[in-house]
C-alpha cells in the first residue's frame, strides 16, 4: 500500500511540475555515509519531504514524528545538500485507513547535528564485535519466524 501511495503521488506532482524545474521525486542519493531515496525535494523551496505511511490508531497515539523519522529525513536533507540547498525537512503521515482531511505534516529546519548524530550511530553499530539484543517489536517477529531464535538472539 505503501508503494502505491508513493507511486500517485509521484505521478500527482510528476504532472504538476510539467517541466521538471522545481521538483525532484523519488531519486537516489548517496555519499560516502548513507544512501537514500529521497520522495521530494522543492527547489524553490529548499525543502525535502519523506512521506510515511500510518494508520489512523498510531495518528492517534502520538509520538511522531520519532528521532529516527527526524534523522532519516535530515539525512536526505544532508545526501541532496551536497548538490542544491536545503533549509528545511517535512515529513507527511498518511493514513491507510483514513482519509484526505486524516494527513498530518510535521516540518523543521534542516539539522546537520541529527546527521552528526547518526553517523556516529552508525560508527558505533560498525564496530560492535557481537550482535545486540533484538528489539521488542523484532522479538516476536524472531520468535515466531526465525530459525535461530534460540541459539542466537537467546544465546541459548
Known amino acids: 500500500m505503501g508503494t502505491a501511495i ?23 542519493f ?8 529521497v520522495d521530494f525535494y522543492s527547489r524553490n523551496a529548499e525543502t525535502v519531504y519523506d512521506w510515511k505511511t500510518v494508520t489512523l490508531a498510531k495518528l492517534a497515539k ?3 514524528p520519532t528521532k529516527q523519522q527526524k534523522m532519516q529525513v535530515n539525512i536526505y536533507a544532508s545526501l541532496i545538500a551536497q548538490k542544491y540547498p ?6 507527511v503521515f498518511i493514513p491507510r ?29 560498525k564496530a560492535m564485535t557481537s550482535p545486540p539484543a533484538p528489539e ?16 542466537i538472539c537467546q544465546g541459548k
Do not use: T
Request: proline share 1%; net charge negative; charged share 35%.
Open 136 to 151: 521488542r517489536s523484532a522479538a516476536f517477529f524472531c520468535r515466531e519466524y526465525c530459525n535461530y531464535w534460540g541459539e
Open 62 to 64: 502520538g509520538g511522531l
Open 6 to 28: 508513493h507511486a500517485s503521488i509521484y505521478e500527482a506532482l510528476k504532472s504538476y511540475d510539467v517541466f521538471g524545474e522545481d521538483f525532484l521525486l523519488e531519486e537516489a
Open 86 to 91: 536545503v533549509k528545511r525537512v517535512g515529513l
Open 97 to 125: 485507513d483514513g482519509k484526505m482531511s486524516d494527513i498530518v505534516a510535521w516540518e523543521d529546519d534542516y539539522n546537520p547535528k541529527l546527521v552528526d548524530e547518526a553517523k556516529a550511530w552508525v560508527a558505533d553499530v
Open 30 to 37: 548517496e555519499d560516502e555515509h548513507f544512501k537514500g531515496h
